[in-house]
Nanobody, 123 residues
Framework: QVQLVESGGGAVQAGGSLRLSCAAS????????MGWFRQAPGKEREFVAA????????YYADSVKGRFTISRDNAKNTMYLQMNSLKLDDTADYYC????????????????WGQGTQVTVSS
């Protein structure tokens, strides 16, 4: 079993930055593939980024490439999402997720989810 808790969301102006954190607990968390997804009101949950269990491989949605950076610190059981150059379209609830092995950008493949943290970008 893996428990995930996000933090770091908030309100920011367009062009600004936020750093999300996902604190994980559980016996196998350090070997899990972890990812960030987001869901805006009235829209489906969409993939943002994922990171392999070693941190050596990262994957990004085209919409955030070059602006967002995913990282993890297995010693601290924490994953991060550094979000720069935020746009209005980045407004959403952000969720961290984990799966036991194998990269995926499909939310249905992830086994564990946090409760979400809200990010609001204003003009």
């Amino acid at each position: 079993q893996v428990q995930l808790v996000e933090s770091g969301g908030g309100a920011v102006q367009a062009g600004g930055s936020l750093r999300l954190s996902c604190a994980a607990s559980g016996r196998t968390v350090s070997s899990a593939v972890m990812g960030w997804f987001r869901q805006a009101p009235g829209k489906e949950r969409e993939f943002v980024a994922a990171i392999s269990w070693t941190g050596g491989s990262t994957y990004y949605a085209d919409s955030v490439k070059g602006r967002f950076t995913i990282s993890r610190d297995n010693a601290k059981n924490t994953m991060y999402l550094q979000m720069n150059s935020l746009k209005l379209d980045d407004t959403a609830d952000y969720y961290c997720a984990a799966k036991t092995w194998g990269y995926s950008d499909y939310f249905g493949d992830y086994d564990y989810w946090g409760q979400g943290t809200q990010v609001t970008v204003s003009s």
